[in-house]
């Protein structure tokens, strides 16, 4: 039988180095480095963490080149299609989809947990009305940690449920109070009879004075943007969760971490950056000028809502969004056809275009996300707080996962050092007048 190892030969000093292979059930192999450094002295370098898996997980899979995400298992179309977010949701957290017992259970959980501390409400007078609501719910989501005390120790796993259910449960409240704050409107209360996505449209649009119809085409939709947000494996913000999580942080402030790390338009701030950029766009004939922009590389412009660091093909949640997209401009008749329209042709020339094909650069998740939240009228600086309520489970399914690992440990990444070799300090007075540089223009070139 052939040795599960690796041979690393140090081709300096000729030494070599046996390193073990770990299999998953499905995916790439990885070689175990975690003694290289002890046994070698050397590190591994792999910026943005190209080839690098920094932990086991079983919740969901993704094979980039074919175009296949799984949560525990189950294919997101199908997900998509037949399940709701909070089923999903017990699914990322248990690891099987519930009994109708279980879910009835998990519902009552969930839809009893929606409020908040009163107290927290006062921390929403302490922003500025046109705050991005992304700051609001990095604030207040981390504020969390300060008015449920009786969940924060992490070594309990009691601990640790409490806390994924009153994260899930609280995260459409904080949300829409963030809406409700910029646009002066009293805050609605949750409404624990309605379903998980009902309510948050409920709480972002009802008023006191008038009755709020829910549309369910617009219920459905949600619905559908968050299940297909629900988790992605170690993208950026799991990671700064892990990674927060690691150093046995308590829970609200590892998932504020990671609503930080979203907000970034290479992120989850793409939705809200490929409306703004399809908003610019007022007719097809500008296409090509923007599509050759994006191709410069001395211009940093990219298209946004294309591209991903793991699918080289189609992105399974672009696929469904696409068709949901269509149906839901079809049903709700909104007028935002045209920007629909502009997004298609788009495409369409992006991926008959060989710099796109090369690159593998295709329509990603956020692509069609931010068009379905704008025809069911969510505002566009609320679009990266939706993925934010959606990804809540995923972040709280990993740290769960992470706190009961065996093999937990405070994630330190290494460095290759190049800056400066060891210096003898010297006086102010003896360093001369140098020139301003606190600013990059001021720096000598
Ligand atoms: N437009 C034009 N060129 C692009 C684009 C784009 N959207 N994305 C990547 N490229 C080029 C990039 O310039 C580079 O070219 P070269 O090889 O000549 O240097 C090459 O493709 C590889 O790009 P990269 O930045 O090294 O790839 P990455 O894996 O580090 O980044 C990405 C992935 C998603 C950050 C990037 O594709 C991007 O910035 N896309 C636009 C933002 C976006 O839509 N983000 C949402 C991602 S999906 C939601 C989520 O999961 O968060």
Redesign the pocket.
């Known amino acids: 039988m052939r040795k599960k190892t690796a041979t690393l030969i140090d081709n300096e000093t000729g030494k070599k180095y046996e390193l073990p292979i770990h299999h998953g059930t499905m995916g790439p192999r990885a070689i175990d480095v975690s003694r290289l450094y002890a046994d070698s002295g050397m590190l591994l370098l792999a910026p ?1 963490f ?1 080839s690098t898996a920094a932990c086991r997980s079983a919740i969901t899979y993704i094979d980039g080149g074919k175009g296949i995400l799984l949560y525990r298992g189950y294919p997101i179309k199908e997900l998509a299609e037949q399940s709701n977010y909070l089923e999903t949701c017990y699914l990322l957290l248990n690891g099987k989809l519930p009994s109708k017992k279980e879910m009835a259970a998990f519902t009552d959980i969930i839809s009893h947990h929606t409020l908040v501390h009163e107290g927290l409400k006062g921390f929403y007078n302490g922003f500025r009305r046109d705050a991005h609501p992304m700051a609001i719910m990095v604030g207040v989501v981390g504020a969390l940690a300060a008015f449920y005390h009786d969940s924060t120790d992490i070594t309990k796993a009691k601990h640790r449920i409490i806390s994924a259910h009153r994260l899930i449960a609280k995260m459409p409240t904080i949300a829409a109070f963030s809406y409700k704050y910029a646009t002066g409107q009293p805050f609605i209360y949750p409404d624990n009879s309605l379903s998980y996505s009902d309510n948050f449209l409920h709480m972002m649009f009802a008023v006191p004075c008038e009755k709020y119809e829910i549309n369910p085409v617009t219920s459905r939709a949600l619905d559908m943007v968050l299940i297909l947000h629900a988790d ?1 494996e170690q ?3 799991t990671s700064t969760v892990r990674i927060a999580g690691s150093s046995g942080a308590n829970p609200f402030a590892c998932i504020s971490s990671g609503i930080a790390a ?1 907000w970034g ?7 809200e ?2 409306i703004r950029m399809l908003e610019s766009i007022t007719s097809k004939k500008q296409i090509p000028k923007i599509v050759a922009r ?2 410069d ?1 001395k211009d940093s ?10 699918y080289k093909n189609y ?1 399974p949640r672009a696929t469904v969004l696409r068709e949901m997209c269509h149906k839901v401009l079809e049903e709700l008749g909104a007028g935002d056809q045209k920007m629909f329209e502009i997004a298609l042709e788009l495409e369409r020339i992006a991926r008959e275009d060989p ?2 094909l090369e ?1 593998n ?1 295709y329509p ?4 069609y996300s931010g068009m379905i939240l704008k025809a069911i009228g969510i505002p566009l600086n609320m679009y990266t707080v939706i ?1 934010a309520m959606a990804r809540t489970v995923g972040w709280v399914a990993h740290w769960m996962e992470m706190m009961s690992d065996p093999d937990l440990r405070i994630s330190r990444p290494r460095q290759l050092f190049t800056g400066q070799l060891p210096m003898e300090y010297r006086s102010i007075e003896s360093r001369g007048d140098g020139k301003s540089c606190l600013f990059p223009e001021d720096r000598p070139e």
Do not use: I
Request: charged residues 15%; aromatic residues 16%; positive net charge.
């Open positions: 943005g190209l992605h993208n950026a913000s979203l338009p290479a992120h989850g701030g793409a939705n950056a490929v994006a191709k590389p412009y990219r298209l946004m809502g294309f591209g991903h660091r793991v992105d710099y796109f690159k650069l990603n998740v956020d692509f993925f």
